[in-house]
């Protein structure tokens, strides 16, 4: 194999391994809890050969980590998704496909990329109705045994979805149900978007096809009890900009945000498109809802990073996302989404105690940055060092910055089934720049600042990775 080509995305923490390990014991630093046990799941991108057009990391092949805790001991092994792609260029021993263009692909390869189904698998994991899905939210599912990692296919839930899924379905703890949302659902750049219900045993019970205001991304949304709500932020997607040689996605604060509101016990149909000042969100941490009033925390950016304007131009330099909450008073006769920032450190990456998903709550986590240590990724000033633990009631944050590490999205994991909400573990895959190793390290929830508790040391780089998922022993 050649080196890897000269690209940030394929160096130092970035650096995709050429390997499928197992480490059946990792040396362990301090205490792992002996009541935590289970699976922590990583996934990420990690080509297989290096890629012969430019690169950028959305696009590489999806690797799982999984890193499972029994008894204070803690295992690790990383696998590939074995999509169709994947096992192509396994065969021909070259990269084929260019993720950025789909267009720039051997002739002979043309009809596999316009058709395929599986993509790369590469940006979050979830396990549902004892299946566990790998997502990338071009293409459907991509089913992997949870404990093998052996590769089985994409899923369509017995042929019932028939669009892309995106990569933050929602579990509702209460019934077990999973929601999840398509955007540009029916063929690129198109203004569809999905909506799909499948129960807690894994059955899609309920799916639509709807129209947005525009064609955007939508990376996520957001469930209450009673609403489920599609954020339609102005990063565009515009074929005809595209055949002009212009950006397929660009960044249209003019278009402003539009913000679906639908029942719970609804249809698209009862959809009311609300207004909202032009912003990014690409992670919600909850939401909830009380007598009309919908609330919202999310990590917010006025306007996004990635993405350059219509025009091709830039947009600003040195964007970062911070904790605000959004308000969408529906007692109002023409609501409007309020948005206001509850602090103004960096958050990205948010999640929860699951078990308070959709409802009032109290804590979340989050990646930060705690800009007092000098950043050394190259060709990025967005690095994560920290975690913190936010309280959305008080405000009052709780945080550990790693003085040569980088953090990952952390993962909530309770102490037990009727622990008080927030009582648990965090667990962040951190990437020690010094010695470039990771290592597993648990936190105590409600105390951050403490540094960790327990730390499992693998050999050897975690590359980067975006989103994971817990499966609780047993
Ligand atoms: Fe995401």
Request: one cysteine or more; charged letters at 20%; a negative charge.
């Amino acid at each position: 194999m050649k080196p890897w080509p000269d690209n940030a995305f394929l160096q130092g923490y970035y650096e995709p391994l050429t390997a499928e390990c197992t480490a059946p014991d990792l040396i362990i630093e301090g205490e792992i809890p002996k009541d935590l046990n289970g699976t922590f799941y990583r996934n990420g991108p990690n080509p297989q050969v290096p890629p012969k057009n430019e690169y950028h990391f959305f696009t590489g092949d999806g690797m799982i980590h999984a890193f499972t805790f029994n008894n204070g001991r803690v295992s690790h092994k990383n696998r590939w998704a074995r999509t169709e792609r994947f096992r192509i260029e396994q065969r021909t021993g070259e990269s084929l496909f260019s993720g950025m263009n789909p267009l720039e692909t051997p002739e002979e390869y043309l009809d596999f990329v316009l058709t395929d189904k599986e993509g790369v698998a590469n940006t979050s994991v979830v396990c549902h109705g004892n299946r566990m899905l790998l997502l990338e939210e071009g293409h459907l599912p991509f089913e992997m045994d949870p404990d093998t990692l052996d590769s089985y296919g994409s899923w369509s839930f017995y042929g019932k979805l028939n669009t892309t899924m995106s990569a933050h379905p929602k579990v509702d703890p209460v019934t077990g149900e999973l929601l999840f949302h398509a955007y540009m659902a029916t063929g690129p750049f198109s203004d569809d978007m999905g909506l799909y219900r499948v129960n807690k045993e894994g059955h899609m019970t309920e799916s639509h096809v709807f129209k947005a205001p525009y064609s955007a991304m939508v990376h996520d949304f957001v469930v209450t009890e009673n609403y489920i709500i599609f954020p339609v932020m102005p990063i565009t997607g515009d074929m005809d900009r595209a055949m002009e040689g212009k950006p397929p996605f660009a960044w249209e604060p003019e278009v402003g945000t539009r913000v679906g509101i639908m029942p719970r016990n609804g249809t698209p149909a009862d959809m009311q498109w609300i207004e909202g000042d032009a912003c990014y969100v690409f992670h919600f941490m909850n939401g909830h809802d009380k007598d009309g009033v919908i609330t919202i925390e999310a990590c917010h950016f006025d306007s996004p990073p990635l993405f350059p304007m219509a025009d091709g131009t830039p947009t600003p330099a040195n964007i970062h996302p911070s904790i605000a909450r959004w308000t969408i008073d529906l007692n109002h006769d023409s609501p409007r989404v309020q948005m206001k920032y509850l602090a103004d450190h960096g958050a990205e990456f948010p999640v929860i105690d699951p078990r308070y998903a959709m409802r009032d709550y109290t804590h979340g986590w989050y990646t930060s940055t705690d800009r007092t240590i000098p950043a050394e990724i190259p060709g990025s000033d967005v690095v994560y060092n920290a975690i913190v633990h936010f309280n959305v009631k008080t405000l009052a944050t709780d945080t550990y910055a790693f003085e040569a590490g980088y953090v990952s999205e952390p993962m909530f994991v309770p102490r037990n089934a009727s622990s008080v909400e927030g009582d648990g573990y965090v667990l962040t895959c951190v990437y020690d720049i010094t010695s470039n190793t990771s290592a597993l390290c648990v936190f105590d929830a409600q105390n951050i600042a403490a540094g960790p508790i327990g730390k499992a040391q693998v050999s050897h780089r975690v590359p980067v990775c975006f989103h994971g998922t817990w499966r609780a022993a047993g």
